[in-house]
């Protein structure tokens, strides 16, 4: 008998890379149909307007052109884009958002007409031939004006431009713990909008096919399963079941391929109007205007506490812009995701949390990785430097003063409706992270260097968040109207090849190794054997996508789940075949064998063989080798770290300069450690992004002046450090391997730790705070202040 | 109107009738079917369409068609030799420099070019080579890491990454 080493927690090298390294991966604009059309969107220049008129007939009348339509040809077909995820036990304002507008566009960007032709340079000549007069009214962009007596107003459903007001928390003893404070810190933070960035923008191809009058689009979404389910049941007139949808190849996401998008809707219905594949690819410059964006919330804090640094009360009020309408589940992110885990890695005893969803002229806002955790991070970590300084305290002190402590888990905050933390051993990873850049050192460096005008800043971040998002029952109460489970279905093939399909969706992440890696080991047979399949919604279990870093611990445990199913099912065919009883029968390494005489055995490919020709099957049971599982974990898993940032500020310019970054995370355990490090070098990266580069800004008038990656700094390798990375291990009790989830980790950690380096290498200078992203300019500019 | 360009693309010879306007990056798409390349923005900015003429990476989405009549393309679809992978193909498959992908065709033809020119590139030199082209992904370290293996393969076996 062979013993094979377990493949889970080996940095097995990845099975997707040789397609990909060949120019062989399928995304979505390399998949050709015959006689594909495609269609280019006319959107809107202005940032609110009314519609006067729309003549599409020099457009019509372009050589190659099938076809031009508007809002009028669409009314009775193509209902509104529904939110599937309003704010959890309050009033919501959801306006209808048209996939074309009717009258009135509400942003830049916004789809106004559409043109189908056979080519894609006439598609977007004629386009730009469609005429469309409008009358510009007055827009904003800024939520806290959007909010004032007399702003232009968006919608007649929603007034004040108020989505919904939601709270959590308790007030009454937030505020009786701030009339016992002996210290209050204030603070107003901007996090700033940002633009997501796949290097593949967004796109769809729909194909009707007459004889079957089935529709299929190809489209790059991080959830088919749920985008087949939405666009059927509230938006297409296409039933369920003539509806298919296949998510290719996809180039990066980052929480914009989830939301649902008025050209999936455009291009199926004008396939089956034209009778043609129909596909839409964007631009980037329509990218940044019309996919969705991230963050942007304006957010007022006090933080109560004793003058020993005790931390006693948290408040925390929030307007979080959404843009021109509600997005798929924007007003459940920006409340639940982000208002229950203010507190952090941190026991508040007090926290009272207000989060108002605003609309204006602007892109829709939504999860963009990390989805309302950064925020909700940055702010908490920002918070405790506060403090620190206030009372002239180390930072690590009043860290280490507030932790949760490790045998506090499971660890529920106080009233904030966030389900209890798992498990976590904070000080361990902050202990660790002072340890790799040794910190007394490099606190007398800075303090030597501040002799001789070097500005050297330390930052530190030590959060949490909640991963592997689920269960069902608790998702729901916060709005989100559907399950949030996860699905896998394993068959073992007659020759004892193993086919996994799983409801979540790989888009760079690597499931088809880690999964792989994962079903091997589970039926003790090697990575080549395994096939793991998922992006196509036909004849594979409802599934619910990738997001919120759950993969692995809702559908890596719904996997495992799977197996051990089959495998009770193995070892009862394997005995009837051996001719004993299923208990005198063990299976290891790929075969079943008769405990005590290895020699008498029968292999997966003699079982699975047997299995589906119906030889051999004890009585009673059914044929075949396969089963399914929807995996409702009963909680979420929370993964924890320290990050610790070291930078030098010039002087003269304001440049920053990352010199050191250390990250100590605790995912839990880790399949693939290859991976993992991935995950959390280019989380570390966006994160880096928002606190120093990255920012979207709109004019008054509704224009978007970071419109191409011109202007808008997408970071590139030469603005970024070497990361170090360690990590701790605290199994989750939750999910099957004890793993926590890893996707966002990186991007909510590191903006803080950025951030709280480059004040920290100007506090002495009485310089208490920088508005991010942190550019030379403002640095500059606040070193230029009087002290 | 149209034009006829002749040109050779990882060393197979095309005739084509092509429009003026034609970018190279969707001759290379559209017309000859080589999806490796892609394109991921409108202003030059990502280098995911980056390809290389006649020994130099070009960025072909700033390209057109009719610029390249008479010339040699290389795609990433010509970068293995027999079913071979290339050393920088290797090394980003061993050091996990790629993620979703979308990137990698660009980033390897940037590598290429950088490694002809200075086979033995420092971390810092191979960021600076690589500023024309972004990944969202990575984080570039191990697109670094990457390189790195790729320039130690090439320098113990130096036939392993002839671009013909
Ligand atoms: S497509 Fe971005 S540089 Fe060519
Ligand atoms: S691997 Fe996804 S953009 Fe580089």
Redesign the pocket.
């Known amino acids: 008998m062979v013993t094979t080493a377990p493949l889970v927690g080996q940095s097995v090298k990845r099975k997707e890379d040789p397609r990909l390294l060949t120019g062989n991966g399928r995304y979505l604009d390399d998949i050709r149909l015959p006689n594909t059309h495609h269609m280019a969107v006319r959107r809107s220049p202005y940032g609110h307007a009314n519609i006067l008129s729309i003549d599409t007939e020099a457009a019509a009348n372009l050589p190659g052109v099938v076809g031009v339509f508007t809002a009028e040809d669409l009314k009775d077909s193509v209902k509104p884009l529904p939110c599937g995820m309003p704010a959890g036990g309050v009033e919501n304002h959801l306006p209808p958002h048209r996939v074309l507008a009717q009258d009135r566009v509400r942003y830049v960007g916004d789809a106004v007409a559409f043109v189908v032709a056979n080519d894609p340079y006439i598609a977007h000549d004629a386009m730009e031939l469609i005429d469309v007069q409008y009358q510009e009214l007055p827009a904003v962009v800024d939520a806290a004006r959007a909010v004032e007596p007399g702003a232009p107003q968006l919608h007649d459903e929603a007034p004040g431009n108020i989505c919904m007001h939601w709270t959590a928390g308790n007030k009454d003893d937030t505020d009786a713990a701030f009339a016992n404070a002996e210290v209050v810190v204030k603070h107003h933070i901007y996090n700033q909008r940002l633009i997501p960035n796949?290097?593949e923008t967004r796109g769809t191809l729909a194909n009707y096919d007459a004889g079957t009058e089935e529709t299929t689009l190809w489209v790059t979404s991080q959830l088919p399963h749920v985008h087949k389910i939405l666009l059927s049941a509230f938006v297409l007139d296409i039933p369920e079941h003539k509806l298919r949808l296949i998510a290719p190849e996809i180039?990066?996401a980052f929480g914009s391929k989830i939301f649902l998008y008025a050209d999936m809707a455009l291009t199926a219905w004008a396939s089956k109007h034209l009778g043609v594949p129909v596909k839409f690819v964007e631009t980037r410059m329509e990218n940044y205007v019309a996919t969705q964006h991230g963050r942007d919330q304006t957010q007022d804090i006090e933080l109560a506490a004793r003058r020993d640094g005790t931390m006693l009360g948290l408040r925390v009020k929030s307007l979080a812009n959404l843009g021109a309408y509600p997005s798929t589940i924007a007003p459940g992110v920006v409340t639940a995701l982000f208002g229950r885990m203010v507190s952090g890695a941190y026991r508040i005893p007090a926290i009272w949390v207000e989060v108002d969803g605003v609309y204006t002229n602007t892109a829709m806002v939504d999860a963009y990785r990390g989805a309302g955790r950064p925020e909700a991070t940055y702010l908490v970590e920002r918070m405790v430097d506060l403090l620190a300084d206030e009372l002239a305290m180390d930072p690590v002190d009043v860290r280490r003063k507030n932790f949760i402590p490790p045998d506090a888990f499971p660890y529920t905050p106080p009233d904030l409706g966030m389900l209890p933390y798992d498990s976590g051993n904070y000080a361990v990873t902050l202990d660790r992270a002072l340890n790799h850049v040794n910190y007394s050192a490099l606190r007398a460096q800075q303090e030597e260097g501040r002799k001789a005008g070097r500005l050297m800043g330390i930052g530190i971040s030590s959060y949490v968040e909640v991963c592997g998002l689920a269960p069902s029952s608790w998702i729901q109460k916060q709005g989100w109207g559907g399950p949030m489970y996860e699905s896998a279905e394993i068959r073992v093939l007659p020759t004892g090849k193993i086919s996994a399909v799983t409801g979540s969706l790989s888009h760079?992440q690597g499931h088809e190794t880690t999964f792989a890696q994962i079903v091997a080991d589970e039926f003790g047979v090697g990575m080549g054997d395994v096939e793991i399949k998922y992006g196509d919604t036909a004849g594979a279990p409802f599934g619910m996508g990738t997001y919120g870093s759950r993969s692995l611990a809702v559908g890596g445990t719904a996997l495992q789940k799977s197996a051990q199913k089959i495998k009770e099912k193995i070892l009862a065919i394997g005995a009837n075949l051996l001719e004993v009883a299923p208990e005198d029968v063990e299976f290891d390494h790929g075969s079943v064998s008769v405990k005590g005489a290895p020699g008498s055995s029968k292999t997966l490919a003699e079982i699975a063989f047997a299995a589906w020709l119906n030889t051999g099957v004890p009585a009673g049971m059914e044929a075949g080798l396969e089963a399914t599982t929807y995996y409702d974990p009963p909680s979420c898993t929370f993964p924890f770290g320290t990050h610790i940032c070291v930078v030098d500020v010039d002087p003269d310019t304001g440049h920053v300069d990352i010199i050191r970054y250390v990250a100590v995370d605790d995912v839990g355990p880790v399949v693939n450690p290859m991976i993992v490090d991935g995950q959390l070098e280019g989380g570390i990266a966006q994160g880096i992004g928002q606190a120093l580069f990255e920012g979207a800004v709109y004019d008054k008038f509704g224009y978007l002046l970071t419109g191409s990656m011109i202007d808008y700094a997408v970071p590139r390798a030469s603005y970024l450090p070497n990361f170090e990375l360690d990590r701790t291990v605290t199994p989750s009790p939750i999910s099957a391997f004890g793993s926590k989830g890893v996707g966002e980790a990186g991007t909510i950690a590191s903006t803080p730790a950025v951030a709280n380096a480059v004040v920290d290498a100007l506090s002495h200078l009485g310089i208490r705070d920088l508005q991010m992203p942190i550019t030379p300019q403002r640095v500059w500019h606040a070193l230029q202040q009087p002290k | 109107m149209t034009r006829i360009i002749t040109l050779r693309v990882n060393g197979k010879s095309y005739e084509n009738e092509v429009s003026p306007r034609l970018l190279l990056v969707h001759y290379l798409r559209d017309v000859l079917g080589l999806t490796g390349t892609h394109i991921a923005c409108d202003t030059s900015q990502c280098g995911a369409c980056t390809v290389m003429f006649n020994g130099e990476s070009v960025k072909s989405c700033t390209m057109l068609a009719v610029q390249a009549d008479g010339g040699e393309v290389k795609t990433v679809e010509g970068l293995a030799t027999n079913g071979k992978l290339h050393p920088l193909q290797q090394g980003f498959w061993e050091k996990h420099g790629?993620?979703?992908?979308?990137?990698?065709p660009g980033?390897l033809m940037s590598s290429l070019n950088l490694l002809q020119r200075n086979p033995d590139p420092t971390p810092d030199e191979i960021r600076h080579a690589l500023e024309g082209n972004?990944?969202?992904?990575?984080g570039y370290q191990n697109i670094v890491a990457a390189v790195q293996w790729a320039a130690q393969e090439m320098k113990a076996k130096p036939a392993a990454g002839v671009a013909e």
Do not use: A, S
């Open positions: 796949p290097l180039g990066g760079g | 790629l993620q979703c992908g979308f990137c990698t980033m972004l990944c969202r992904c990575t």
